[in-house]
């Protein structure tokens, strides 16, 4: 269990018959842009990502997406946590983001793991807080600021050079295309970004660092 020792070390020192039920479980080896999950779905298990990224996010009845976050190696997914301690359907999407490596723990292990290896119990229970925590500040983000300073501050943290679309940007901003591209066209208006075809490069990361406060 090289991968899950390296990047889940709280599966270190399992007793046996853990150990060997884990180990038994094979890695899944996915292309990028799969669905592992949707909304209203059952919960198959708890997934250790070894490899790459799975983006979860929000999708609303008019289509229009809000991430929620990325769940990268040696991280966890609260939603999928919340359905396993809660026996409840999935509330948002995972989608891999990258070509990924995961292990998949079923159900059973799960709860054994949690009942008879502290270390596991651990990390569940305070990956939940801090995941908890990044969720309430993304709530915060979305009902009080405007969105020309989640942009602004989006493209300083990606910046200098990015390559994606206004409609990945809007979705990771839960808005839509169209007032994205408005405001990326005041940005460059200001000289403060270039706009080309699915690339943005920004071009005063001091200015532009200013609007997002």
């Known amino acids: 269990m090289d991968d899950d020792d390296r990047w889940y070390p709280c ?9 060997m039920q884990v180990r038994a479980q094979p890695v899944l080896e996915v292309p990028a842009g799969v669905a592992l999950f949707e909304e209203q779905s059952p919960c198959a298990g708890f997934p250790l990502v070894l490899d790459g990224a799975v983006e979860v996010h929000k999708q609303a009845a008019n289509g229009r997406r809000l991430r929620l976050y990325s769940v990268l190696p040696g991280e966890s997914c609260v939603i999928t946590q919340a359905c396993l301690l809660g026996q409840a359907a999935y509330s948002a999407r995972g989608v891999t983001r990258t070509p990924s490596r995961l292990r998949v723990l079923p159900t059973h292990l799960f709860d054994a793991l949690l009942a008879q290896h502290p270390p596991f119990r651990r ?17 915060e983000e979305v009902a009080f600021q405007r969105l020309d300073q989640r942009l ?18 809007a979705d990771d901003l839960g808005s839509v295309r169209e007032i994205v591209t408005r405001v990326l066209r005041d940005f460059a208006d200001e000289g403060l970004v270039a ?19």
Not at 195 to 213: K, N
């Open 195 to 213: 706009l080309r075809r699915e690339c943005i490069e920004v071009l005063d990361i001091e200015r532009l660092a200013g609007r997002a406060v």
């Open 11 to 19: 599966l270190g020192e399992l007793p046996g018959a853990l150990a």
């Open 152 to 169: 602004a501050r989006l493209l300083v943290e990606r910046g200098p050079l990015l390559k994606t679309t206004h409609q990945a940007l």
């Open 123 to 139: 990390f569940v229970f305070g990956l939940f807080a801090e995941r908890m925590a990044e969720l309430m500040a993304l709530v």
